[in-house]
Every structure is written in C-alpha cells, then in structure tokens.
C-alpha cells in the first residue's frame, strides 16, 4: 500500500520559515521523482518544485531564491524548506511520487501565511 504523508504546516508570519516533510513507504523510493504541489483557494494546484532520484532538483519561479527541495533515501522522505514565506504562498501543499507510469499523492499539509 502507497502512503504519502506530509507535515509540518501551519501558521506562519510573513517573512517566516518553514519545513515541509513527505514520508513514503509502498514505493521504490530511491528511484522516485518527488515533487511538492500546493494549491491556493479558487486556484488550480500547482508545481512548486521537485527532485529526482539521482538528486536533480528543478523548481518553478514562484520557489527559486526561496525553497530549497531535498530528500533522504535512507529515511524515504523528502523536504521542502521554505523562507521568506508571503502571503501569497498560502496554500495546502501535496507531496506527489512518480516513477514509470505511476503516480501518487499525499493528502496535503496547510500552510498558512498571516500576520
């Protein structure tokens, strides 16, 4: 059975920081793409940036200079660091795996950005 379990949301000031984390079991971990989506109210959701197995990242324009992706083959988890949070970055955020022709997402981890 897949499982995809993010946390480490919550509520943060703007300006702040936050970590996200996704545990994985039930896939090949080490040769999974993981990636971190989020989706705002009223918006489609949304790439924010991802990594591959080798350890590629790639992230979109909303994350460069701020996030920072990563994972742990060891502990079958990956991470999203983000700093210098706006409110505009308030959203749930979804952990996704992909290899070959599969695909999987977690149930998605709320971040809030307010004063």
């Known amino acids: 059975q897949v499982q995809l379990v993010e946390s480490g949301g919550g509520l943060v000031q703007p300006g702040g920081s936050l970590r996200l984390s996704c545990a994985a079991s039930?896939?090949?971990?080490?040769?999974?793409?993981m990636g971190w989506y989020r989706q705002a109210p009223g918006k489609a959701r949304e790439l924010v940036a991802y990594i591959s197995g080798g350890g590629s990242t790639a992230y979109q324009d909303i994350a460069k200079g701020r996030f920072t992706i990563s994972r742990d083959n060891a502990k079958n988890t990956a991470n999203l660091q983000m700093n210098s949070l706006k409110p505009e970055d308030t959203a749930v955020y979804y952990c996704?795996?992909?290899?070959?022709?599969?695909?999987?997402w977690g149930q998605g981890t709320q971040v809030t950005v307010s004063s």
């Open positions: 996704n795996a992909a290899y070959g022709a599969s695909e999987y």
């Open positions: 039930g896939i090949p971990f080490s040769i999974s793409t």
